[in-house]
């Protein structure tokens, strides 16, 4: 179903599209929320006030923007104006400026020093293979899921976005309202933790 | 800017994956990174970036958390009081 078939369904009050919405963007929603607001529970409220805001708008929309990105449009200044109710400081420069900390993707210490006579930067302890028999173990699929949750929000919110709900990078951003560059800063840290801790659970387990 | 192909650092590739795979390196650090890990290039960076690969591959097959199905309750009982309305 295009935008337009599911305005002019959800505008007929058609129960079943709106359902359907639900399961395609519950999930992501929730994530987004959390950027904004502390716990789950208060990011379920969000996505709550979130539906009723789109109902309540939808004979108004006047389709500037896509459907996804009204709706996300919408969560997030309701999520903002619940955190800030919270009394709880939004992550600005986590989510606009995250390049003001710098992270880095691989520890300094697994690389040789920058004054090494012939090898500078280059890996002292290099990456090994990973068992790909054990890659698709549910362990393995939980290792990732946990070092997700373990992410900062606004990083957890773009990986789920880009590698779990599979949007690209433009959907990703609008949703968000960050830009392409930061949208990338954060699904680059995002994904080299996942990474990282994939590597010390084989380190371990191996 | 363009980096020569020494001056790309295992260190400094590491930072670069995330755009070399969202195709948004320039092309002159691209053809850098492509002659840093392929052929008998750095044996290391090319296990690394088959990881972020295989990361992304997991990540992928997760499925995504849902709501609590209390909520989706109410929200089905908020649509139709909206439709009734």
Request: aromatic share 6%; net charge negative.
């Amino acid at each position: 179903m295009d935008d337009a078939a599911v305005i002019a369904a959800l505008r007929a009050r058609d129960e079943k599209v709106f359902a359907e919405l639900m399961r395609m963007y519950n999930a992501s929603l929730l994530r987004v929320a959390l950027i904004y607001v502390a716990t789950r529970a208060v990011a379920e409220d969000v996505v709550q006030e979130t539906w009723i805001g789109v109902l309540n708008g939808i004979d108004r929309f006047e389709g500037r923007s896509s459907l996804k990105t009204w709706i996300f449009r919408i969560l997030t200044n309701i999520a903002k104006t619940r955190g800030q109710r919270e009394g709880r400081t939004v992550p600005f420069s986590a989510l606009e400026r995250p390049e003001a900390v710098p992270e880095a993707a691989v520890d300094a210490d697994r690389f040789l020093p920058p004054d090494h006579p012939r090898w500078p930067g280059h890996w002292a302890s290099k990456p090994e293979p990973w068992p790909e028999e054990r890659l698709l173990a549910g362990e393995t699929r939980a290792v990732v899921e946990h070092a997700i949750e373990e992410l900062p929000p606004p990083q957890r919110a773009v990986i789920s976005l880009r590698d779990i709900e599979g949007w690209s990078s433009e959907e990703t951003r609008n949703a968000l309202g960050v830009s392409e560059t930061n949208q990338r800063v954060l699904l680059h840290r995002a994904r080299s933790k996942v990474r990282q801790a994939l590597e010390d659970y084989f380190a371990e387990a191996g | 800017m363009s980096v020569s192909i020494e001056q790309l650092s295992c260190q400094e590739l590491v930072e670069l994956v995330t755009d070399y795979l969202e195709g948004v390196l320039p092309a002159g650090e691209r053809a850098s990174f492509e002659h840093h890990i392929e052929g008998e290039g750095c044996k290391g960076c090319h296990e690394y970036v088959h990881q972020m690969r295989q990361t992304i591959e997991l990540t992928g097959s997760l499925t995504p958390a849902d709501v609590s199905p209390e909520a989706k309750a109410a929200l089905l009982g908020a649509f139709r009081d909206w439709r009734a309305d």
